[in-house]
């Protein structure tokens, strides 16, 4: 039986600002943004490469106001994201050189926390 992580969610604050910084400055595709109803908007975003997508909105209920995550994802190379963030304008981190890895980091407009990780091999 596979156990497939496909959709994790983020709690963010004003939707359409987060739809800018995740599909605009990050270049990240926005597969699905619709407005039900003034209370209820769902927004899906999948890194490219990826087959886990995020998702955010208004009047989904699946994180406490105010909360926060923390998402590592694997890159094949550290030094490239990290050029590929700041060419985007996404204030980032210098590649963290640890023994299990190479990490760079950086925050999302509302707080969430994404390592990306270049796995290091012996």
Same mark, same amino acid.
Not at 63 to 83: H, K, L, N, R, T
Not at 86 to 92: A, I, K, L
């Given at each position: 039986?596979?156990?497939? %992580?496909?959709? %994790?969610?983020?709690?963010?604050?004003? @939707?359409?600002?987060? $739809?800018?910084?995740? &599909?605009?400055?990050?270049?990240?595709? $926005?597969?699905?943004?619709?407005?039900?109803?003034?209370?209820l908007?769902?927004?899906?975003?999948?890194?490219?490469?990826?087959?886990c997508?995020?998702?955010? &909105?208004?009047?989904?209920?699946?994180?406490?106001?105010?909360?926060?995550?923390? %998402?590592? #994802? @694997? #890159?094949?190379?550290?030094?490239?994201?990290?050029?590929?963030l700041?060419?985007? &304008?996404?204030?980032?981190s210098? #590649?963290?050189?640890?023994?299990?890895?190479?990490?760079?980091?950086?925050?999302?407009p509302? &707080?969430?926390?994404?390592?990306?990780?270049? %796995?290091?091999?012996?």
């Open positions: 039986m596979d156990f497939r %992580i496909e959709l %994790i969610p983020l709690a963010v604050q004003d @939707v359409d600002r987060s $739809v800018e910084f995740y &599909g605009k400055q990050l270049g990240w595709s $926005v597969d699905f943004d619709q407005t039900v109803s003034p209370e908007r769902f927004v899906q975003v999948t890194p490219p490469g990826s087959a997508s995020i998702c955010f &909105g208004t009047g989904l209920d699946m994180m406490p106001q105010g909360s926060a995550q923390f %998402i590592q #994802v @694997v #890159v094949a190379d550290a030094d490239e994201a990290c050029a590929l700041r060419r985007r &304008g996404v204030e980032c210098d #590649v963290d050189e640890q023994p299990w890895g190479r990490f760079v980091r950086f925050d999302d509302d &707080g969430n926390r994404w390592a990306l990780q270049q %796995i290091v091999r012996p």
